[in-house]
């Protein structure tokens, strides 16, 4: 699995998490968790580096956070300017 995969099923778990009333404050560390560990699982499978993946865990669950962030305050955005 590469990071650009990884990123968007961070994302998409982390949606997930928050619909069952996880609290907003909290998806952005879950995110960067949910980064860590499943780069330490594909680090299991490739035989890279343990702390390669744990950083490339944190830099890919603070992206997906940034980029969920983004998108959704720019779709925000453009539903007050059709109003």
Do not use: H, W
Request: aromatic content about 6%; proline content about 2%.
């Amino acid at each position: 699995m590469n990071d650009a995969e990884i990123g968007a099923v961070v994302i998409g778990v982390t949606q997930i998490i928050k619909d069952f009333g996880v609290p907003k404050k909290i998806c952005p560390l879950l995110a960067i968790f949910l980064g860590i560990a499943i780069s330490l699982l594909n680090e299991m499978q490739n035989g890279e580096n343990f702390l390669d993946a744990a950083l490339r865990g944190i830099l890919i669950g603070t992206t997906a956070t940034g980029s969920y962030s983004a998108i959704d305050g720019f779709l925000q955005k453009n539903k007050n300017i059709e109003k």
